[in-house]
């Protein structure tokens, strides 16, 4: 039966709020990622998705077709403090134990975090999103160190990042993100987002992994991977 579109209803008012769960994954020079370790004190993950704009062509003195750019993924990270394994992602390389040398090569990361998806009835305790990246790099980064006075505050770190597509299975094109949204999932797919989630935080039996699109979707359609 046809239905007349309404707004608000109850349940349906949705927003996004917080960042929590940051994970850095380092990729090695072979192009694995490394064991995943917590990213304490994130403030902030802005993203900053581009491309995809409209070239339009004309022939004949009307409008012939749309040519649209290949869309990109950047973010910008805002933290308290980073990892020590971080430090390689941000120019620096250990020459001893607390002693680096910076402008070196930059090595390449994995990211994953998750923001509270809330509603009017439930709060943030609505459900949240978890977002995973592939293929990041950071650029050089300003940092302002200021004298303690009155009204001290803890110095913010930021670090922009843009990110490379990666390989998906056939039948998506490449891509630099995986979103999941818990309020869209049903009874089965959240157990096997527990499933995921063993996988990205760690586990008492594994550490933490970052896994790449074919065993996410797999995971997340199936429950299971089993390796091509």
Not at 162 to 183: D, L, M, N, W
Request: aromatic letters at 10%.
């Amino acid at each position: 039966m046809p239905k007349a579109l309404t707004w608000d209803e109850v349940g349906e008012r949705l927003y996004s709020t917080g960042v929590s769960h940051g994970v850095l994954y380092t990729q090695a020079s072979n192009g694995a990622y490394e064991t995943g370790v917590a990213w304490n004190g994130l403030t902030a993950v802005n993203e900053s998705p581009g491309g995809g704009e409209t070239t339009s062509l004309y022939a004949n003195d009307d409008k012939y077709l749309d040519l649209v750019s290949v869309e990109t993924y950047g973010f910008t990270l805002e933290a308290y403090d980073s990892p020590d394994e971080f430090e390689k992602c941000d120019g620096s390389k250990e020459i001893t134990p607390g002693v680096y040398a910076g402008q070196q090569n930059r090595s390449a990361f994995g990211f994953c975090f998750r923001s509270q998806i809330g509603n009017d009835t439930e709060g943030s305790d609505h459900g949240y999103e978890l977002t995973i990246v592939y293929g990041c790099k950071a650029s050089p980064s300003s940092r302002s160190h200021s004298t303690i006075n009155e009204s001290p505050e803890a110095q913010t770190l930021s670090w922009e990042c843009k990110s490379t597509p990666v390989t998906f299975p056939a039948g998506y094109k490449k891509a630099s993100t995986i979103k999941i949204k818990t309020p869209k999932l049903d009874t089965t797919a959240l157990g096997y987002l527990a499933t995921l989630e063993a996988i990205l935080y760690g586990s008492s039996t594994a550490d933490a992994r970052l896994p790449l699109p074919a065993e996410v979707i797999s995971i997340m359609t199936t429950g299971s991977y089993t390796p091509g």
